[in-house]
């Protein structure tokens, strides 16, 4: 009797385990990524993550997390005919007074896409928004702000980063772009590690994947210090020790920064990722965008080599300097 | 009655042919990548001071007294093969123009990106990620990279600084056959240099466990008379958790460049 019981419990316990793990219209079969020879998810290759998906979910949107199907047809019909609505974020591409015309640099919109899993925003969950800045980091980057009011133009230590090719600001992790150009990420494979080459900048990014601790907290960096570890066929990279130099969105040199890698099909790398700082917001948050398989190769981005922008900006302040000073001001 | 002589020849004679067996034929063999190719994944880094001078060089006084002997140009024996660099007549003048000016001249001083050979010498370690279809080389120096192609060989889209670079294993050697760099890069701060019709031929072949042999063929019909040579050792990082960290050496270098353009000087040197 006993044993009959614990039958039936069992085959309920069976029955329900099955139920609760398929979702609806789920592919019964997972598809699984094909393995390095080393026998680690293989997820080498070229990759893009431009996106017209914006980072925020748009207020009209509400807690709405994904488009249906036919919503998601009707915004790709409206980026062929060049009408992208508040949905879509443009990033650099926006009209703007002063603008790069990326028209020029063979930018067509309509090639543009939204990301393929149809989400309204990157930011996962029912808000969809980054959270409020705690008033210590708006102080902090209010002060930041005001200690170079007035000195913009003083000297290349007064000019943004991005300016001066130290870290342009989609070469930043995580890892966020608009659609427009620089998108281009490569990926290989050794024994025990995976470099990202990103084309922005060249930055390259080599990540151990053999479960290492970080670096000694005293060592400070701009991309911060990366270590990585596989589960199952997900790449998790774990950064810290970031520079206190004002980074990702106001963050700080506490910014936690978790990404996740996998390949979910033959030409879909998901790209996610979890922001924590306490010094920054209450709470993390996490994004995800699916990258698409590109053509390659990754360019040269040769940044300091070609930069004229500094020599350029400040030689323009200090003519601008000598002329008001010859009219007396 | 046993004749001794004979045996003890024998016995010299087996010794000497094992001794010249594993003399001649037995190059080392390199632990195996399970694509069953030579593994060179690790993080290497020349020792020599080749990035100072490529000649045979004795110590000298560096550029700014007021380091001293923190930095003055190491002694150095030659890395290139026959100790001469064969310029043309007139790219020999330019050379020795470039050397005496090197502080106000070399790329390196700027940053800039180091171009391939040099990049393998500069005083930084490397890393070699390999995969089966490509190597990416990670250069700490100012985040310096290139890839190595492994399958048919591509044309370069543009001209680069760190080049276009297609490589093919070669028994224990991966060669890799470096093209369409610009003219920008020195190969060291004794003004050695090259025009953009430079064309390098690198061998990576390893010698034990925890050493590479490097060499480069260089030849520049522009700039040299004939091809040259360099090699030298390439040793791995062995400590625990070896890695790479930042150089990003921009902003050690933006006084130099944009110093001038400055609104008031600088108060501290």
């Known amino acids: ?329 | 009655m046993y004749d001794f002589g004979v045996t003890k020849l024998m016995g010299l004679a087996l010794v000497g042919g094992l001794l010249t067996i594993s003399a001649a034929g037995q190059a080392y063999k390199a632990p195996r990548t399970a694509d069953g190719k030579p593994n060179l994944n690790g993080i290497w880094q020349a020792v020599n001071s080749a990035d100072w001078d490529l000649l045979g060089h004795a110590a000298a006084q560096g550029p700014v007294l007021s380091l001293g002997a923190v930095f003055s140009r190491p002694p150095g024996l030659s890395v290139v093969e026959g100790d001469e660099i064969p310029y043309l007549p007139a790219a020999l003048a330019r050379k020795k123009s470039n050397q005496a000016d090197w502080v106000k001249l070399d790329p390196e001083v700027k940053c800039y990106l180091p171009g391939v050979p040099r990049a393998t010498y500069l005083p930084y370690p490397f890393q070699i990620i390999q995969s089966q279809k490509t190597i990416m080389v990670a250069y700490e120096y100012a985040g310096a990279v290139r890839t190595i192609n492994l399958e048919a060989p591509t044309k370069a889209p543009a001209d680069s600084w760190m080049g276009w670079s297609n490589g093919r294993w070669e028994g224990e050697s991966l060669v890799v056959d470096v093209s369409s760099q610009n003219d920008e890069t020195w190969f060291d701060h004794a003004g050695d240099y090259h025009s953009d019709a430079l064309h390098v031929i690198e061998r990576y072949t390893p010698r034990s466990a925890d050493t590479l042999n490097y060499e480069a063929t260089i030849e520049d019909s522009k700039v040299f008379s004939r091809p040259w040579k360099i090699s030298m050792p390439l040793y791995r990082h062995v400590e625990k958790d070896a890695k790479l960290l930042e150089y990003k050496c921009v902003e050690f270098a933006e006084e130099v460049l944009y110093g001038p353009l400055r609104k008031k000087p600088r108060t501290n040197p």
Not at chain 1, 146 to 162: I, M, T, V, W
């Open chain 1, 1 to 329: 009797m006993q044993s009959r019981l614990l039958l039936v419990t069992a085959a309920i316990a069976a029955l329900s385990f099955g139920q609760a793990a398929r979702k609806p219209g789920a592919p019964t079969k997972a598809w699984q990524a094909p393995r390095t020879p080393d026998g680690v998810a293989d997820i080498q290759g070229f990759w893009n993550n431009s996106t017209l998906t914006p980072l925020e979910r748009p207020k009209a949107l509400g807690t709405k997390e994904f488009y249906t199907e036919e919503e998601f047809a009707e915004l790709s019909r409206r980026v062929r005919e060049g009408k992208i609505g508040a949905e879509a974020d443009l990033g650099a591409a926006a009209e703007q007074t002063l603008r790069y015309d990326l028209s020029l640099y063979g930018f067509d919109i309509t090639k543009a896409t939204f990301a393929s899993n149809r989400r309204t925003s990157l930011i996962v969950g029912p808000e969809g928004v980054v959270p409020p800045m705690l008033p210590q980091a708006r102080k902090r980057n209010a002060d930041r702000a005001a200690k170079n009011k007035g000195h913009e133009f003083d000297s290349y230590e007064n000019r943004p980063l991005q300016e001066r090719c130290i870290l342009l600001g989609q070469e930043r992790i995580p890892m966020l772009s608009g659609p427009n150009d620089n998108n281009e990420l490569q990926i290989v494979q050794g024994r025990g590690w995976v470099v990202l080459l990103h084309e922005i900048n060249h930055d390259t990014r080599v990540i151990p994947t053999d479960g290492r601790p970080h670096i000694a907290q005293r060592i400070r960096q701009y991309q911060g210090d990366s270590v990585g570890h596989w589960e199952g066929d997900t790449l998790v990279v774990d950064t810290t020790n970031f520079m206190d130099i004002g980074n990702f969105r106001g963050s700080g040199e506490k910014l936690h920064l978790i990404e996740r890698f996998t390949r979910t099909a033959e030409n879909t790398l998901l790209y996610g990722f979890t922001v924590e700082d306490p010094e920054t917001w209450a709470t993390p948050w996490t994004a995800e965008v699916p990258m698409t398989r590109s053509e390659g190769p990754v360019y040269e981005w040769a940044c300091h080599e070609g930069n004229t922008m500094i020599s350029t900006i400040l030689n323009g302040a200090r003519v601008a300097e000598a002329e008001a000073a010859k009219k007396g001001k």
